[in-house]
């Protein structure tokens, strides 16, 4: 089949980006919860008995119909209108392109302005749709502390945490440019339901260790839950992470999304090397709060991602050591091609080992999916994301990996 690049269709199919607010000194609302939105009204004089209709007015406006104008939001007196718009902003921040791949998936890369000592920064975000479902892989931090070896994020440094406003702006973006907002002219419209959505799941798969940014992580899933706004179900919400263990237990209990595991390998001796925070969190520990993790069930697995790397961790000896280590936890596992990338250094394993490894996991009775590579023409796979600011060659930063094993920041 001949590849037709289809990279430099920014904005395809649909009108241009909508003006940018970047240079704006108002603070966003986008981002805040019920409570903080009423606290910001209070600050415009609404009085104490209007707070709570006023604060989901405007929560409904924001998450559930996406406006991003105040002047859109007919049901506000027209003079609340004016001073919300004197004082805050919920313009969407500027995006620099978007790229169309030729299997559909679309890449944003979105510009996010300076703000209370936040440098601006980039981050990209990426959708993908298929048969059943459309998931947008979002990004939680421009960069990354960690230094996963087969990992392109890995090889910048951590420029900042999101907010949880430029986390779900994001997903905002997303479903204002593939027109998935409810229609009508009012707030109050029922949302659309999952399966007919354009963006009906979210994984924290994009750029960053979204444990690393928990609090804005967490606020930002939470309001995408939120069934009067975004409305999309836990269930249908994933975390990634490459493990850090002392922040699993509450991922579960504060937020109750699906976890997933960035696992790569079964011994700890080749996972400290591929994932440097092994280090820090062995397997056996993350392996126990794997199990503690609230809620599991058949219907409610840990996914555990498994890259696949030609003659590093690829042997069928492998495959049935990774079934051993996840006896007892009910689990999925992913089985993702390596993404090369320039200077990477490790090569994707051959599709006979793939297919080989997927067999044994398979009869231990674990469908595991060989994640298809989805827009490898617009470097949208996993992995592959990365901003085109601060680069860093690999092999530099692999030189002090074994010192910098990753700390949260912020
Ligand atoms: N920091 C989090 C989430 C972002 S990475 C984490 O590590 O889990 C999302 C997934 O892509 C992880 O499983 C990561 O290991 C995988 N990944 C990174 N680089 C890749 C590459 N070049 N090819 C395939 N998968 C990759
Ligand atoms: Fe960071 Fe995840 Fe990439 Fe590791 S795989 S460097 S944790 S983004």
């Known amino acids: ?68 104008d105040f002047a859109e939001m007919t049901d506000v007196a027209k003079g609340l209108r004016a001073d919300l718009s004197q004082a805050f902003d919920i313009a969407r921040p500027e995006i620099v392109t978007e790229q169309v791949s030729v299997d559909g998936t679309r890449k944003w890369l979105i510009r996010l302005p300076a703000h209370g000592g936040q440098a601006p920064a980039d981050v990209e975000a990426v959708y993908i749709p298929e048969h059943d479902r459309g998931t947008l892989c979002v990004s939680s931090q421009v960069g990354c502390t960690l230094t996963c070896t087969f990992c392109h994020t890995g090889t910048q440094r951590l420029v900042r945490n999101l907010t949880a406003g430029e986390i779900l702006a994001q997903v905002l973006i997303a479903r204002d440019r593939l027109g998935d907002w409810p229609g009508g002219t009012r707030p109050t419209d029922a949302p659309v339901p999952d399966a007919q959505r354009a963006v009906s799941n979210i994984v924290m798969m994009g750029m960053g260790e979204p444990l690393y940014n928990f609090d804005q992580v967490k606020q930002a899933l939470l309001i995408a839950a939120d069934g009067e706004g975004l409305s999309v179900s836990k269930r249908r919400i994933t975390l990634s992470t490459s493990g850090v263990v002392p922040m699993i237990p509450r991922t579960g209990a504060e ?87 320039p200077g990477s250094g490790y090569e994707c394993s051959d599709w006979e080992t793939i297919e080989t490894f997927a067999e044994i996991v398979n009869r231990a009775g674990y469908a595991s999916p060989v994640r298809t590579p989805r827009g490898r023409d617009i470097m949208a796979a996993c992995g592959q994301l990365k901003s085109a600011s601060e680069r860093v060659p690999a092999w530099k930063l692999r030189q002090g990996a074994d010192q910098s094993v990753g700390e949260p920041v912020g």
Request: glycine share 8%; aromatic share 6%; net charge positive.
């Open 1 to 68: 089949m001949t590849v037709t690049l289809d990279m430099t269709r920014e904005n395809a199919n649909a009108p241009p980006p909508q003006a940018v607010a970047g240079a704006s000194a108002r603070a966003s609302l986008v981002g805040l919860g019920r409570g903080e939105l009423a606290e910001r009204l209070t600050q415009l004089g609404v009085p104490q008995r209007q707070l709570r209709m006023r604060a989901s007015q405007l929560w409904r406006w924001l998450y559930g119909r996406g406006v991003s």
């Open 255 to 341: 937020i109750g999304v699906m976890l997933a595991i960035s696992l790569h390998a079964v011994r700890d001796e080749l996972r400290d090397e591929l994932v440097p925070l092994n280090k820090k969190y062995p397997i056996a520990e993350l392996m126990d709060a794997c199990r503690s993790y609230p809620g599991l069930s058949n219907a409610r697995r840990i996914t555990f991602e498994y890259v696949m790397l030609k003659g590093v961790n690829d042997t069928a000896a492998e495959a049935r050591d990774l079934v051993r280590l996840l006896k007892g936890i009910p689990a999925k596992i992913n089985l993702i091609p390596f993404n090369p990338w």
